[in-house]
């Protein structure tokens, strides 16, 4: 069962643009959340987290919303740039059992078209 | 500081072999995580390690197996290869473990089995 879930599997924006990636998730003790960046060839780097006390967290271009009723998170980039093309996962832990792993979603391509 | 390495990068392999991949992770770092990715399938967890002990695994076969060395070097071994085996192995560390903390990724291994 696929726990975290990103339901698009590509985005296309222009560049200046907002992109927004979706990622909603399953399970209700989920209670850290990240996203990451990865391009070919390179592991996948960090690039913003949430905790679920707060609903939005900001870095720069990049913002994380987190909707805990709805289970769901985004990722808003503005402006976005041609550099942000990659694949873009997101990933969420739990205290507990499932403390020493992350679960991730399946990812959402990105596309900054100039 | 050096980041997390992986050896080999590239690896191809014949079905009924086994294998045996490398993780070195950031000085300091006692947590190393694997992962495998698939397309279609994201990063799928397969164990993490902390001070030589597996904490936690993945809904994998027991033909996937790992440890952990004194020094934090991780290696994972798959055996007995099938061909849906064929993934890119990314290893990631972190000091203490995944939960509400950073992991860093190595650039993957990535294995294809004929």
């Known amino acids: 069962d696929q726990q975290v879930k990103q339901n698009s599997p590509s985005l296309s924006v222009q560049e200046g643009r907002i992109s927004i990636l979706n990622c909603d998730y399953t399970?209700?003790?989920?209670?850290?959340f990240l996203w990451y960046k990865k391009y070919p060839a390179e592991g996948p780097t960090f690039l913003i987290s949430?905790?679920?006390?707060?609903d939005k967290n900001e870095d720069g271009r990049f913002t994380v919303f987190l909707n805990k009723s709805a289970k769901h998170l985004s990722l808003h980039i503005v402006p976005s740039q041609p550099g942000d093309s990659a694949v873009y996962f997101c990933?969420?832990?739990?205290?507990?059992?499932?403390?020493?792993?992350?679960?991730f979603g399946t990812g959402t391509l990105l596309a900054v078209q100039p | 500081k050096a980041g997390v390495t992986q050896t080999p990068r590239y690896l191809i392999k014949t079905r009924g072999q086994q294998v045996t991949l490398s993780c070195s992770p950031i000085?300091?770092?006692?947590?190393v995580s694997w992962y495998q990715q698939t397309p279609g399938q994201g990063l799928q967890f397969l164990f993490e390690?902390?001070?030589?002990?597996?904490?936690n695994k993945g809904n994998f076969p027991g033909r996937f197996s790992g440890r952990q060395f004194s020094n934090s070097r991780s290696e994972m071994n798959v055996s007995t290869l099938e061909l849906g085996d064929s993934a890119l192995y990314l290893c990631?560390?972190?000091?203490?473990?995944?939960?509400?903390?950073?992991?860093?990724f190595g650039p993957g291994t990535r294995l294809l089995v004929l």
């Open positions: 990631a560390s972190s000091l203490q473990g995944p939960y509400q903390e950073t992991q860093y």
């Open positions: 399970n209700s003790m989920f209670d850290y």
């Open positions: 949430i905790s679920s006390i707060k």
């Open positions: 990933a969420a832990s739990a205290v507990g059992g499932a403390t020493n792993k992350l679960i």
């Open positions: 000085s300091g770092h006692r947590s």
């Open positions: 390690y902390f001070s030589e002990t597996q904490r």
